[in-house]
């Protein structure tokens, strides 16, 4: 091979400074994931150092800086580890929104008082307990002032959230909850 055909090898100027930037901005992105998610990523202890820098700079110019040299210390790693617990992260992250906002939408429908929506709730969830659930339902209608209301309203939301499936696949293969996805109250 001739040094011509060998310098076309080489990644571009371009190709290297798209490089560079995605490791600044998953360094960015590892940075500014919430405390209990940036403590379970492993990192070395001069990135941790300099990611700690940067969540404490709170200028701009100060972040942008810190941020191109977390991405110049992220350059000499194998960052592969690092993508998957990210994403690990954003799909539990995702997982929990979800189970969150369809518990919202059960208690909604429940509370609506059509008993279609309970039936159908028991079919989707079959290990949730029918008689605290409709107790639970029961109690939020007969709240007379708005605190009590509101305790009971919460207390109704944790049963349907602890009674739903943690995986939303499992929702549409037809499984359940199972004994060890419910957390007694």
Do not use: C
Request: glycine share 6%; aromatic share 6%; proline share 3%.
């Amino acid at each position: 091979m001739s040094d011509e055909e060998e310098a076309f090898d080489l990644p571009s100027k371009s190709a290297g400074k798209r490089e560079a930037k995605a490791l600044r901005d998953l360094a960015v992105e590892i940075a500014s994931m919430d405390d209990g998610d940036y403590k379970e990523i492993e990192l070395p202890e001069n990135l941790r150092a300099a990611m700690d820098d940067y969540r404490r700079f709170r200028s701009n110019g100060a972040r942008r800086r810190q941020a191109l040299y977390m991405g110049k210390l992220m350059r000499e790693l194998d960052v592969d580890d690092m993508v998957d617990a990210v994403a690990r992260v954003k799909h539990s992250d995702g997982a929990s929104v979800y189970r969150h906002h369809a518990a919202e939408r059960w208690r909604d429908a429940l509370l609506a008082g059509d008993s279609s929506a309970l039936t159908e709730f028991l079919d989707e969830a079959p290990g949730t307990d029918r008689q605290a659930l409709r107790r639970a339902i029961a109690t939020v209608a007969k709240a007379k002032d708005e605190a009590t209301r509101r305790a009971r309203y919460r207390k109704l939301y944790q049963l349907i959230y602890q009674s739903l499936p943690a995986d939303p696949a499992s929702d549409d293969s037809g499984g359940g909850a199972t004994d060890g996805d419910l957390v007694d109250l």
